[in-house]
């Protein structure tokens, strides 16, 4: 029999183990960042019915997520697919000539955000162009009048194209400062950036307002 001293002992080390053991669980399990969702209205003066509005967020003061990749842009039927491509600073877009017979294509852009001409490239041919900085990139066939793109670069993998004015929402947000902005392909429109503070798991009823740019005085 053991004596009820000892009992007590070898009850309190069978009591006292678990609780050591969940504590050491507890405060082991490592600590996440926030992602939260940020949510709102594009709102257009004068009810401008504007097209392929891209919605995104900037880090207010730092440099945002490495989140670069290679996007494909073809060339078949004399038209470039998809028309419209969302890329993040520092990505590559890879054109290729698709045609199904021997139509030759020569890319080029004179926009300020990237300029860049491929030259002219045969049926099968490859080029890879970067895009390093935020901005919007419009090019064209030299060859083939009618033919057109668009190259919208932005700052941050927190983004969402919308083909109207309208409500938005953009998903898994880490924790943080950010500026909501929006890129617009129609040049005489600019919208005004916001500030957004993520510290809870949603942001809501952001009021994005974009503008009728005002003419400069000569």
Known sequence: MIPKGKR???FGCVAVFPVLLIMITVFSVPVTALAASVSG???VDGGKKLKNIIVFLEPANKKGPNAVKKHKVTQKGRVFDPAVTVVIAGSEVI???DEG????????SLSRTRKF???LVSKGSELVVDFPK???VKYYCSVH?????????VPSPFYTLLDKPGTFTLENVPEGEWKLNAAISHRRYSASPVDV???GPSVDSVILQISRKRRKRR
């Not at 017979?101 to 080029?108: G, M, Q, V």
């Not at 009048?145 to 670069?153: E, F, Q």
């Open 134 to 136: 935020p901005g919007i």
């Open 8 to 10: 007590w002992v070898l």
């Open 197 to 199: 503070a993520v510290s």
């Open 117 to 119: 001409d491929v030259g």
């Open 101 to 108: 017979r021997e139509i030759d294509h020569n890319i080029y």
């Open 41 to 43: 209205e594009i709102k």
């Open 145 to 153: 009048k009618n033919m057109g793109g668009t190259i919208i670069v």
């Open 95 to 97: 054109f290729i000539n």
